[in-house]
């Protein structure tokens, strides 16, 4: 606050927001940082000092000479070595999500005895806290407590997660199980968009890459963090109910609770009002790049699957017990991780829409293999159901990171300053969304197929139907052509309140630019 009274007293004329450099004084240690590193990287985000008008020079990619004041506002708000061990303790927090699934799954099977068909209906469901999450951002975006967006709900979100899981101790009927499984979401979501927004504001400054690199190392913690705890999960479910293992769940929020304090979150000095919020976004929702990547996100998760059919076949057919399940969950996380590495590690500069085409109908053959298992052809080659299941599990997910994670990065740059939470919430709503319609068809499809728990006769269809669904994103991948994340970044530059955005002049896909 102090560096910003000074800078107004620096300015000749309060109606221009440009100071000279010799007038302007000396900011504060987190704004010099911001200064330095600003020029110095030619990806960072160019400045608009009259935040209505986009220059020719901005369009082109020129550098400015220092980051706008809401760069320098965004980077002080979330400065500090606290800060970021607070996001990843929340990630650790979110990751018990892993054991919240597990744990309803068996719950649902072994307390409840539901069928597959049933299981899915009901365990899609959990997508309902995540589906409003826009609201989750838009509260903490525009609502600020004692001046703090974050910490004070993330202390709330906190503690209700902690009842909540308490919660199932006190369930019998399917109608509790609902209501426990939404609420526990409801909470994990809210703490999800607090530690994304933190995310964003880190990695909205940064080039292409440094962004890329911001999101895969906050995927490998939340990844490392779910294996850890599907790991303890799968071996607490084998001595104890699954309800015992979901009530210790609210042990993990109140171990973050109590680091919470550490935190120092700088005061917004300036909080948009939510009219000029909802501008902002009814401006981003008409542009051409916002709808193609909502609709990719639609068609990569809406799809159906055969998950739940697949438990019981793996559970009664194979006899997997409560252990190698949590196994497969562990070597599914590492298929992630590797995921991670390999975008992070080879594939930035590769443009998504060329990655997607390779990389899709690799995932609907790798989604078909479980075929061989289905009729037991695995047996014929020698190959042990155990070896298999992991192999095939493997290769699925990390397919299936390497599309997704590159996603999140070119969303992440359409996201306007000052609303990042809200309109990144936008992004994995909309694919929650997808992942509830994706549990709802597979409840139809399923029941329509007649697989029960004791009849997995047509599983086999199941899975083909899934596969082929699997190649839906390539019918809206063209939609993905026009997009520039670079491009799509500096224009975010150019929002203003009345929710224009600058023009700007596109030159390529995502990754064809130098970071």
Same mark, same amino acid.
């Given at each position: 606050s102090s560096s910003s009274s000074n800078s107004d007293k620096g300015c000749s004329n309060r109606s221009n927001d440009t100071c000279s450099r010799q007038s302007r004084p000396v900011p504060d240690r987190a704004i010099i940082k911001c200064m330095e590193e600003g020029p110095a990287d030619k990806g960072a985000m160019p400045v608009n000092f009259n935040e209505s008008k986009t220059t020719e020079a901005d369009a082109a990619g020129d550098q400015p000479l220092h980051p706008?004041?809401?760069?320098?506002?965004?980077? $002080?708000e979330v400065d500090g070595?606290?800060?970021?061990?607070?996001?990843? &303790? @929340?990630?650790? =927090?979110?990751?018990?999500?892993?054991?919240?699934?597990?744990g309803a799954q068996y719950f649902a099977k072994d307390q409840l005895s539901l069928g597959p068909a049933s299981?899915?209906?009901?365990?899609?469901?959990?997508?309902?806290g995540w589906v409003i999450k826009p609201v989750w951002g838009f509260i903490t975006d525009s609502y600020p407590i004692n001046g703090q967006r974050r910490k004070p709900y993330l202390m709330l979100s906190l503690l209700l997660a902690a009842l909540g899981f308490i919660s199932y101790g006190f369930v019998h009927t399917r109608m509790q199980f609902l209501a426990a499984l939404i609420f526990t979401n409801l909470c994990m979501a809210f703490m999800s968009v607090i530690a994304q927004a933190l995310l964003v504001q880190r990695s909205g400054g940064k080039?292409?890459?440094?962004?890329?690199?911001?999101? $895969?190392?906050?995927?490998?913690?939340?990844?490392?963090?779910?294996?850890? &705890? @599907?790991?303890? =999960?799968?071996?607490?479910?084998?001595?104890?109910?699954?309800r015992c293992v979901l009530m210790s769940t609210s042990f993990l929020f109140v171990a973050v609770f109590l680091f919470t304090p550490l935190m120092r979150e700088t005061p917004a000095q300036k909080v948009m009002c939510p009219k000029e919020q909802l501008t902002i976004i009814y401006g981003l929702l008409g542009r051409r790049e916002f709808l193609g990547v909502m609709a990719y996100?639609?068609?990569?998760?809406?799809?159906?699957?055969?998950?739940?059919?697949?438990?019981?076949?793996?559970?009664?057919q194979l006899g997997y017990s409560p252990r190698f399940i949590a196994t497969l969950h562990i070597c599914g996380s590492i298929a992630q991780l590797t995921g991670y590495s390999l975008y992070k590690q080879y594939l930035t500069h590769v443009p998504f829409a060329q990655l997607?085409?390779?990389?899709?109908?690799?995932?609907?053959?790798?989604?078909? &293999?479980?075929?061989?298992?289905?009729f037991r052809m695995n047996c014929m080659l020698g190959l042990g159901d155990r070896v298999f299941t992991l192999a095939c599990n493997f290769v699925l997910i990390m397919t299936t990171e390497v599309l997704w994670l590159p996603m999140l990065v070119v969303a992440s740059r359409l996201c306007p300053k000052s609303v990042e939470a809200t309109t990144f919430s936008i992004w994995l709503s909309v694919h929650n969304l997808g992942i509830w319609m994706s549990g709802v068809a597979s409840f139809f499809l399923t029941a329509a197929l007649g697989i029960t728990r004791e009849d997995l006769s047509n599983l086999w269809v199941l899975i083909v139907l899934c596969s082929l669904a699997t190649l839906l994103p390539l019918i809206v991948l063209p939609l993905l052509e026009v997009v520039d994340a670079e491009a799509a970044r500096r224009s975010n530059v150019g929002v203003n309140a009345t929710g224009s955005a600058a023009s700007v002049n596109n030159k390529g896909l995502p990754g064809n630019k130098e970071a």
């Open positions: 706008t004041s809401r760069q320098m506002t965004a980077a $002080a070595h606290a800060v970021g061990a607070v996001m990843y &303790l @929340t990630v650790a =927090a979110t990751a018990a999500q892993a054991v919240s699934e597990l299981m899915d209906f009901y365990l899609s469901f959990y997508a309902v080039s292409l890459n440094g962004a890329a690199v911001n999101f $895969a190392h906050y995927y490998c913690v939340k990844t490392s963090c779910m294996a850890s &705890l @599907t790991m303890l =999960a799968g071996w607490l479910i084998s001595f104890h109910s699954a996100i639609v068609a990569f998760t809406a799809k159906p699957h055969s998950q739940s059919a697949m438990f019981y076949f793996n559970t009664n997607s085409r390779v990389a899709t109908p690799i995932l609907a053959v790798v989604s078909a &293999l479980r075929l061989i298992q289905i």
